[in-house]
């Protein structure tokens, strides 16, 4: 598999991450109470943390070879 196809798969990784770390948040905000509530909430900002330095360094890496 090529770096650019690498590369595109690494980003659609990082976008369904940020796609979980939207619905935990508002089923959390939603339907939870109490310490499962924030628990739920520390999980999505991982994955939004997890999420936004993938794509930092797939952007920072730069355009890539076909």
Do not use: D, H, Y
């Not at 690494?10 to 509530?37: D, Y």
Request: glycine share 6%; with cysteine; aromatic share 14%.
């Amino acid at each position: 598999m090529s770096q650019a196809m690498m590369n595109m798969w690494i980003s659609f990784f990082a976008m369904a991450l940020m796609f979980v770390s939207v619905i935990a948040t508002i089923f959390s905000r939603e339907k939870l109470k109490g310490w499962i509530q924030k628990v739920v909430l520390v999980f999505s900002f991982v994955c939004l943390v997890v999420s936004g330095i993938i794509v930092f360094l797939i952007v920072l890496g730069g355009p890539t070879a076909t």
